[in-house]
């Protein structure tokens, strides 16, 4: 781990040392005077329930002390804080400045591993809470992403029918078509309009082809999906499909998912945990 | 003024406040050790239902200790010392007597009310002050009680000059006075609208300034409930245990105005980072920096008073006590500051460090010196000499033991979980989600659990020995001066 | 001179009390005004989302869940936007915590859902294996105390001037419409909760506690 490159937790490590040091170094040395010196001085003339008291002088170490953080936090309030003009919203915007200027660089053109490790770290800490920490829905509470985005879930979605996402056309109503045809639309929504490019079912993209009309009454010819009208599909199987959905949330017949659009996800790590979502289910 | 006519103490207010010490310790530690351990295996939660899950306890926890414990052993203390140290007896004042017994009533309903209450889940959620207003308006009404009492007894006091301890009671009277009062401001909202329960309430600040005076008031409790009046009893308990003078009369008297002047400015520290101004956040840190000085005064007078006198340390067991009190007050009063550093409270803020400075303070400092204190008072009080030694010589390494389990445990486990929060991949993202942070912590949880455990062993020894020498142990014919009695 | 103070109790007590009120005075007092003012949007809680936040507090859930994103990038990652001070201008009192066994909530209505609460506050091991929150089953038993929300947003309204009823702000009216209201927004979340238990006292006119926890819980954004 490389937490020690972070310089707040170095001293912050520091301060637990100083503490320990410092008080068993001052401890030490007073238990020392216990053990070696003789008590002695001058008594006042008071006696509170035979308790009396020395005129013993300050110790000279505490007065100073005493005196120079009082004469250092007098100047830093009044010289050296004002000076410094510090905003924690500036220090902020500094942060998240060089933060950026350092990731954009470096992840510019992130290629396929890059996404792929990149994704699954944005999974474990924003998704896994709802999909688990394998993305199978932790027994139907969120949607199982190992069966999601493949041809079969195309069947499924045509069969069952879809909600929740706000698309001007609503909803898709469940049945369009039985098993078999289902099947054979998949195959060639697959090799065709999708960007994967690439059936499990090269034999059955002609019968689904004849049977794409259905579709494309809400999802166009192209099944881009009319300028927003319907989900596009071209970007099925693809990280896009995914980003989309963080961009609408959707509330479907399993649950809610909620939006991802409050900043937190940049649109590198967006793609990114798109890519590593597609890869659950291949 | 001389021994020739010894007065006769009245102890009988004492002895009640020390009676509420022992119980409310044991409820509030037991409840400590639960909690802890619910940490660590969840499956505890759910012995009670509803009335035994952690949040439920955890107020209990806290306010048991604070108000139950913490203030009796007070209370206690100051029935004791503020006799002798003032030369006059509650039993010249018939008035004080009964203001005494009425205190010590109204306080035993009001916290056992409370603790019912807070089972019941009653609560404004501010920390340290959760009660609601009724139990608000009982807190006013015994406080102002002790004060008839303090300034009562002040004003026949035939000892003309206040000792030390005096000046940390009065501190912690008027202290807590202000704070209580300005941080409970609340509207009882049935009285305005005419619906709903009759005992909520709604509080007068809203937002940042509500958090402003919520920490200006929780910091200073720690001040003014954990600190000043230890410090009163300390002053008072080390010198006469051990028959020294206190090593210098000016280091307390500075200790004493430095404190009081530098701690009400610290309070920014709980709020670094948060939506207060900056200037409020700096000057928290500069004055909790300051602040290390005048703390430390009290404890290095206190081990400088013991000079030349290690034999005592090794013989009394009481002595021991005390001097590891004021170590651990120099532990958590250079701790704090170091915590308060804007840098490093952004790691251990929300973190387990900061449960865990605070049982630095309150098992080693607050609760050794309340247990050496009861300790020097018992043969005193109940005129036999205290059971045994033995027994104290492993209550103290138990709990010591117990104390060294907490703090390295929870600093292990606060660094590790500050670190984690912020820990990012070679992507740049975050490396953990929020469960990682929690399941690598269980091991410490439970060993900080099992430390608890023993600091409560600890008290159980403590309660033994306190019950034996209040009933079987042997009586000793006059009061002695300084080293109390023990038997082997 | 401070041996004279020693010796009289009275000025002793008022040179102690000036000393320590004084801080206060100065570091408190001139941000007061400042800090109150809410951002643009923020809106005061409705009826159900108080009695919600009632219970988030009878639970002390501040115990172990803070309500404040400090501005760090490891923070605003994981929470969201970090914090403004006109955000918590409805907040009496305010739940900031001082502690985060779990997770801050400050703005946990952006990305957890009714039905997730659900299931997490039935059983939190079931969605997050390893949590160590407890279960809070009682929450599905006893019922929200509507009249007690209603009293208290009524009380800010008239003792604080908190814009109930004003253009653009939430509605509170007469109690009988308040109550009317929360059962409305009531009606949403039990539409997306599971529990039949719920579900058939919401028919009989009961409004579980959870119902309106949950509703608080997504307010918060
Ligand atoms: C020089 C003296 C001290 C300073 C400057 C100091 C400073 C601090 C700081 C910076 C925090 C953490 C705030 C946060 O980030 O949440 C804290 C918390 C705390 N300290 Fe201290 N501390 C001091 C002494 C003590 C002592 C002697 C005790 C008790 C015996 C104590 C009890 C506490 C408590 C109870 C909390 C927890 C407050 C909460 O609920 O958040 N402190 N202190
Ligand atoms: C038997 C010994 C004890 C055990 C096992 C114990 C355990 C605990 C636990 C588990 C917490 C909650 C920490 C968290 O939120 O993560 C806590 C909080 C606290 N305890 Fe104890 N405790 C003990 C004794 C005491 C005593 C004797 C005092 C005071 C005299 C005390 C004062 C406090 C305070 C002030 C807090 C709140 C800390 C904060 O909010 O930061 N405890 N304790
Ligand atoms: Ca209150
Ligand atoms: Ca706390
Ligand atoms: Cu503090």
């Known amino acids: 781990m490389n937490w020690l490159n972070d310089n707040v937790n170095v001293l912050a490590l520091m301060g637990a040392a100083a503490i320990l040091i410092l008080t068993i170094f001052v401890v030490g040395k007073y238990m020392r005077q216990m053990q070696n010196d003789k008590s002695s001085g001058e008594l006042t003339k008071d006696n509170w329930d035979g308790i009396g008291e020395y005129k013993n002088p300050l110790p000279i170490g505490w007065a100073l002390s005493f005196l120079g953080t009082i004469i250092w936090g007098l100047w830093y309030f009044l010289v050296g804080y004002p000076l410094n003009s510090y905003s ?195 | 003024m001389q021994e020739k006519n010894a007065l006769n103490y009245d102890y009988s207010v004492a002895k009640c406040f020390t009676y509420a010490t022992i119980l409310f310790g044991i409820i509030g530690m037991l409840i400590g050790v639960v909690i802890a351990y619910q940490m660590a295996f969840p499956q505890l939660n759910y012995l009670a239902g509803e009335y035994g899950t952690y949040s439920r306890l955890r107020p209990l926890h806290t306010s048991g200790v604070i108000f139950g414990f913490l203030l009796s052993g007070i209370f206690a203390t100051w029935y004791y010392v503020g006799q002798r140290v003032l030369k006059v007896s509650m039993a010249e004042s018939k008035f004080l007597m009964v203001v005494g017994k009425l205190h010590f009533w109204i306080y035993m309903i009001t916290i056992l009310t409370a603790v019912v209450t807070l089972f019941m889940g009653i609560s404004t959620s501010k920390e340290y002050a959760e009660l609601e207003w009724p139990l608000d308006i009982a807190v006013v009404v015994l406080w102002v009680l002790w004060g008839i009492s303090i300034f009562g007894l002040v004003g026949i006091r035939r000892e003309k000059t206040l000792y030390i301890s005096m000046w940390y009671y009065i501190a912690t009277f008027l202290g807590v006075a202000m704070l209580y009062l300005f941080n409970n401001m609340e509207v009882p909202t049935y009285f305005v609208s005419g619906y709903g329960k009759w005992y909520h309430s709604v509080s007068m600040y809203a937002g940042t300034n509500d958090a402003m005076v919520q920490w200006w008031y929780g910091h200073n409790a720690v001040a003014f409930v954990f600190t000043v009046p230890i410090i009163a009893m300390i002053y008072y308990f080390l010198p006469k245990e051990s028959g020294q003078p206190v090593f210098s009369y000016k280091l307390s008297l500075l200790s004493f105005w430095g404190l009081m002047f530098v701690y009400l400015w610290a309070g920014g520290h709980h709020l670094l980072f948060s939506t207060v101004p900056d200037w409020v956040q700096t000057m928290g840190s500069i004055f909790s920096v300051i602040l290390i000085l005048p703390s430390w005064g009290s404890a290095i ?98 709990q010591t033991t117990g104390i060294v389990m907490y703090f390295s445990s929870m600093w292990i486990a606060g660094i590790t979980q500050g670190m984690m929060w912020r820990a990012t991949d070679q992507y740049g993202n975050l490396a953990y989600s929020f469960i ?27 309660t033994y020995n306190m019950y034996k020498t209040m009933t079987a142990s042997k009586a000793i014919a006059s009061e002695p001066q300084n080293a109390s009695p023990m038997a082997a | 001179m401070f041996h004279w103070l020693e010796r009289n109790p009275f000025f002793f007590a008022v040179g102690v009390f000036l000393v320590v009120a004084y801080a206060g005075v100065v570091t408190i007092l001139p941000d007061f005004m400042e800090s109150a003012r809410p951002v643009v949007g923020t809106k005061p809680y409705s009826v159900l989302e108080l009695a919600g936040r009632q219970i988030y507090i009878k639970d002390s859930c501040n115990a172990c869940h803070s309500q404040l994103v400090r501005p760090f990038k490891s923070e605003t990652d994981r929470y969201g936007m970090y914090s403004l001070s006109g955000e918590y201008a409805y907040d009496r009192p305010f739940l900031w915590g001082s502690k985060r066994t779990g997770p801050d909530l400050m703005r946990v209505g952006n990305y957890r859902t009714t039905d997730w609460h659900e299931y997490h506050m039935l059983n939190p091991k079931s969605v997050v294996p390893g949590s160590i929150m407890p279960a809070y089953k009682h929450m599905f038993k006893n019922n929200a105390d509507i009249d007690t929300a209603y009293a208290e947003a009524y009380t800010v309204k008239t003792v604080f001037n908190v814009p109930y009823d004003k253009p653009d702000m939430p509605k509170l009216g007469t109690f009988d419409e308040a109550k009317k209201d929360a059962f409305e927004a009531a009606a949403v979340i039990v539409a997306d909760m599971k529990s039949t238990e719920v579900k058939e006292a919401f028919k009989r006119g009961e409004i579980k506690e959870i119902v309106a926890l949950v509703a608080y819980l997504n307010s918060l954004k």
């Open chain 2, 436 to 462: 990682d942070t929690v399941t690598v912590l269980i091991p410490y949880y439970a060993l900080r659990a099992t430390g608890g455990l023993l600091y409560l062993v600890g008290f159980f020894m403590f």
């Open chain 1, 88 to 282: 924690q919203i500036g220090e902020y915007n500094e942060e998240v400045k060089s933060y950026n200027t350092h990731f954009e660089s470096k992840f510019s053109n992130p290629d396929k591993t890059t996404l792929m490790g990149m994704g699954e770290g944005v999974f474990l800490v924003q998704c896994a809470p709802c999909h688990g920490v394998t993305g199978d829905g932790m027994n139907g509470k969120a949607l199982n992403l190992s069966k999601w985005g493949n041809e079969d879930a195309v069947v499924a979605t045509i069969l069952n029918g879809a909600k929740g996402s706000d698309y001007p056309l609503g909803e898709m109503p469940a049945g369009l078509l039985d098993a078999e045809s289902a099947k054979a639309v998949a195959a060639f929504m697959f090799k065709e309009i999708s960007e994967v490019k690439n059936t499990k079912h090269p034999e059955l993209i002609e019968s689904g082809r004849a049977l794409w009309a259905t579709c494309a009454a809400c999802h166009g010819d192209d099944g881009k999906g009319m300028a927003g009208s319907s989900p596009d599909l071209s970007t099925y199987g693809a990280s896009k499909f995914v980003v989309n959905v963080l961009g609408m949330g959707k509330k479907g017949m399993i649950g809610n998912m909620p939006k991802f659009n409050d900043g937190r996800l940049t649109n590198v790590q967006k793609l990114a945990v798109g890519t590593y979502v597609n890869s659950l289910s291949k």
């Open chain 2, 301 to 398: 007078n206190m081990l400088l008073t013991m000079k030349g006198q290690w034999g005592q340390l090794k013989e009394n067991p009481l002595v021991k006590f005390m001097v590891l009190a004021s170590t651990f007050y120099m532990l958590s009063t250079l701790e704090g500051p170091i915590q308060a550093i804007k840098s490093v409270n952004a790691l251990a803020h929300f973190t387990d460090w900061i449960p865990g400075h605070v049982h630095d303070g309150t098992l080693g400092w607050v609760g050794f010196m309340t247990m050496a204190a009861l300790f020097h008072m018992a043969p005193r009080m109940y005129k036999r000499e205290l059971y045994s030694k033995k027994l104290m010589e492993s209550q103290f390494w138990v």
